[in-house]
């Protein structure tokens, strides 16, 4: 009568950690955005000011979207970037770096995504990419050829700036801090979830570097505490076609102190 009590009580058990389980997997799964995008975070905000001259534009993406964005074109015949940033925050976060491209004499578009700054609608995998291309777009319809752009992508902005890279005829593209998937980086902060069966937003990126035919430059610190220097590694030795990096000691998100502006200033010199 005893074991039958014990067998029972298990099987209870059993069953309620299973329900457990279950109810974590699926508020998860009906959550998981709010894990990978933080449009409401200024985390790395600076008290540096704007330096360049700043044209405010709205660039028209899918869903009747309008991205607000920043526009700097005081350098004729110089090379466009397209900054493309990370997962949390506003262009204001970024002001250094923008000020640093400035510096380097180069015009700039940087794009805030869609749930982000102000803008309509809500970040997803294809909507990111919907939004970079139609960045792209603005910029040909405003008499910048795809051959004068660089895409700059910033951690989660990599997975972007590698997808519309993919037999592009870009400039060059740039990858600070990037991952090798979202779904190597869920297993990483998830062990214990399903991950490949409940991500929504799977950013694939180690699976697209084959198809880039352009100059890469990999930045990325070797004391990254969110995105694994490995990876930034593993991104790098995919990257078959001209290729360069600049790994140093460094976080996530990476000094532009002289050392890192001076290997973005080779870069696109030996773009010319």
């Given at each position: 009568?005893?074991?039958?009590?014990?067998?029972?009580?298990?099987?209870?058990?059993?069953?309620?950690?299973?329900?457990?389980?279950?109810?974590?997997?699926?508020?998860?799964?009906?959550?998981?955005?709010?894990?990978?995008?933080?449009?409401?975070?200024?985390?790395?905000?600076?008290?540096?000011?704007?330096?360049?001259?700043?044209?405010?534009?709205s660039i028209n993406s899918t869903n009747e979207i309008a991205l607000k964005s920043w526009f700097h074109n005081n350098n004729p015949g110089e090379?466009?970037?397209?900054?493309?940033?990370?997962?949390?925050?506003?262009?204001?976060?970024?002001?250094?770096?923008?000020?640093?491209?400035?510096?380097?004499?180069?015009?700039?578009?940087?794009?805030?995504?869609?749930?982000?700054?102000?803008?309509?609608?809500?970040?997803?995998?294809?909507?990111?990419?919907?939004?970079?291309?139609?960045?792209?777009?603005?910029?040909?319809?405003?008499?910048?050829?795809?051959?004068?752009?660089?895409?700059?992508?910033?951690?989660?902005?990599?997975?972007?700036?590698?997808?519309?890279?993919?037999?592009?005829?870009?400039?060059?593209v740039i990858l600070e801090s990037p991952f090798t998937s979202i779904i190597s980086m869920g297993k990483l902060k998830f062990p214990y979830l399903?991950?490949?069966?409940?991500?929504?937003?799977?950013?694939?990126?180690?699976?697209?570097?084959?198809?880039?035919?352009?100059?890469?430059?990999?930045?990325?610190g070797r004391d990254d505490t969110l995105v694994p220097f490995y990876m930034g590694q593993e991104i790098f030795a995919s990257l078959k076609y001209?290729?360069?990096?600049?790994?140093?000691?460094?976080?996530?998100?990476?000094?532009?102190?002289?050392?890192?502006?001076?290997?973005?200033?080779?870069?696109?010199?030996?773009?010319?």
């Amino acid at each position: 009568m005893q074991y039958t009590i014990s067998m029972g009580l298990k099987s209870y058990l059993l069953i309620f950690i299973a329900f457990l389980y279950l109810t974590v997997v699926l508020l998860m799964y009906f959550t998981q955005r709010s894990f990978l995008y933080f449009p409401n975070e200024d985390n790395y905000l600076t008290n540096e000011t704007i330096k360049f001259n700043n044209e405010v534009v709205s660039i028209n993406s899918t869903n009747e979207i309008a991205l607000k964005s920043w526009f700097h074109n005081n350098n004729p015949g110089e090379k466009f970037i397209l900054f493309l940033h990370g997962n949390a925050g506003t262009l204001k976060s970024r002001i250094y770096k923008l000020n640093a491209f400035s510096d380097l004499g180069l015009n700039f578009l940087a794009i805030t995504w869609r749930g982000f700054s102000g803008n309509h609608g809500l970040p997803s995998e294809k909507g990111l990419y919907d939004d970079a291309i139609s960045a792209v777009k603005w910029l040909n319809s405003n008499g910048i050829k795809s051959e004068d752009i660089i895409i700059y992508g910033e951690s989660l902005g990599t997975a972007i700036a590698i997808e519309i890279s993919q037999g592009s005829n870009y400039a060059g593209v740039i990858l600070e801090s990037p991952f090798t998937s979202i779904i190597s980086m869920g297993k990483l902060k998830f062990p214990y979830l399903p991950i490949e069966l409940i991500l929504k937003d799977k950013f694939e990126s180690m699976n697209k570097t084959s198809n880039i035919n352009i100059p890469s430059l990999v930045l990325h610190g070797r004391d990254d505490t969110l995105v694994p220097f490995y990876m930034g590694q593993e991104i790098f030795a995919s990257l078959k076609y001209k290729s360069r990096s600049y790994f140093v000691s460094d976080d996530h998100m990476m000094r532009f102190d002289d050392q890192m502006i001076e290997a973005i200033r080779k870069f696109v010199k030996s773009l010319d």
